[in-house]
T-cell receptor, first 111, second 114 residues
Framework: EDQVTQSPEALRLQEGESSSLNCSYTVSGLRGLFWYRQDPGKGPEFLFTLYSAGEEKEKERLKATLTKKESFLHITAPKPEDSATYLCAVLGSSNTGKLIFGQGTTLQVKP | SQTIHQWPATLVQPVGSPLSLECTVEGTSNPNLYWYRQAAGRGLQLLFYSVGIGQISSEVPQNLSASRPQDRQFILSSKKLLLSDSGFYLC?????????????FGPGTRLLVL
């Protein structure tokens, strides 16, 4: 069964303190791994799609990387506006359009 | 550019009452459409997905149903709401004919069943 586990559940950082969020997955035939950002009371906002091990993508202070078993979302010198819940999801070959989501990591960045 | 709308934004309904949530997508044709539910403290769970008008697949047996009367319209319904139907309902779309299978989410509907 396809499964996604995110850690930690919650993370508190000081502004400028870099860190990483982890997404471990088991899936039959990975077709894509997705990162989203979700603010309270809002729908998830798409950040990145990664398709194969070794792939990396960057956007401002965020960088996503992918291995055969996990993905990392690296946050460099975060700002308070980076505070949100970050969701990881996978799409496997056995699932027709069904994203399997992790529980998310809630990030709080203090000024 | 593509835009996805959901309404209402918030809904408070008594147990046993009917439900209709609507989702529409603008700026694209023939999208794949999805309904997810996000319960408090839990991850997103896929409820229904559709690859075309009148084509609905259900992922989880439940008190809900979905319909797609038009290409860019997706409706989530219930004849009688249960307390357990409370949650945050999200509609999403993805391009039909594309190797890029990213799903894009709407703003969501917060449903509270009392």
């Amino acid at each position: 069964e396809d499964q996604v586990t995110q850690s930690p559940e919650a993370l508190r950082l000081q502004e400028g303190e870099s860190s990483s969020l982890n997404c471990s997955y088991t899936v039959s035939g990975l077709r894509g791994l997705f990162w989203y950002r979700q603010d309270p009371g809002k729908g998830p906002e798409f950040l990145f799609t990664l398709y194969s091990a070794g792939e990396e993508k960057e956007k401002e202070r965020l960088k996503a990387t992918l291995t055969k078993k996990e993905s990392f979302l690296h946050i460099t010198a975060p700002k308070p506006e980076d505070s949100a819940t970050y969701l990881c999801a996978v799409l496997g070959s056995s699932n027709t359009g069904k994203l399997i989501f992790g529980q998310g990591t809630t990030l709080q960045v203090k000024p | 550019s593509q835009t996805i709308h959901q309404w209402p934004a918030t809904l408070v309904q008594p147990v046993g009452s009917p439900l209709s949530l609507e989702c529409t997508v603008e700026g694209t044709s023939n999208p794949n459409l999805y309904w997810y539910r996000q319960a408090a403290g839990r991850g997103l769970q896929l409820l229904f997905y559709s690859v075309g008008i009148g084509q609905i697949s259900s992922e989880v047996p439940q008190n809900l149903s979905a319909s797609r009367p038009q290409d860019r319209q997706f409706i989530l319904s219930s004849k009688k709401l249960l307390l357990s139907d409370s949650g945050f309902y999200l509609c999403a779309w993805s391009p039909r004919d594309s190797s890029l299978e990213t799903q894009y989410f709407g703003p969501g509907t917060r449903l509270l069943v009392l």
